[in-house]
């Protein structure tokens, strides 16, 4: 019974941090509101399919709302401005879903400028997972042997267990803000 009451408290969280009401998100996935609340109440009876729907709906890893635990990110991910949705990962995975992933893992996010001028850093390697939002004009971030242009608006999520590291792209300073999650 208390696993049930952590998987409600998962898909109720999980709801929540992605901006819905109980009655929204019941519309959405065609499910009667009064059942979708039970389902949040207890997870007594929730259906699979109405967890898979979830999970692929928010972005998030099926077993992740199942057990709890999130799943170790790859590689990296790139959202484009204006295009809030990120690609080799999980479908409809959105900035909204970023915030769940961080939830009670984050530590202060920092911003940071890069001159044109600057030497590129010795490349870095750490646990966690990392997110960098370009603020203002364009950087590189190398990483997996890649080199990745990110322009204003633009933004990556990566497991920083790869080297990588960050320079200026362009004739103008780069401003990035920057989040680690342990």
Known sequence: MDELKELASRIRELREVCGYTQEELAKELKIDPEVY??????AEDVPISVIYSISRKF??????????????????????????????????????NLAYHFTKKI??????????????AALVTHDGEEFNFVVKGSIVVVFDDQEIILHEGDS???????PHGQRCYGDEPGTFLTMIAE
């Open 37 to 42: 609340r039970k389902y949040e109440e207890s």
């Open 59 to 96: 972005g998030v890893d099926f077993s992740e709302i199942m057990t709890g635990v999130s799943g170790k990110l790859r590689t990296y991910q790139v959202v484009r401005a204006g295009q809030g949705q990120l690609a080799d990962r999980y479908p409809g995975y959105t900035f909204q």
């Open 107 to 120: 530590m202060q996010p920092f911003l940071v400028t890069l001159d044109p001028s600057d030497k590129p």
């Open 156 to 162: 990556i999520y990566f497991n920083p267990t790869y």
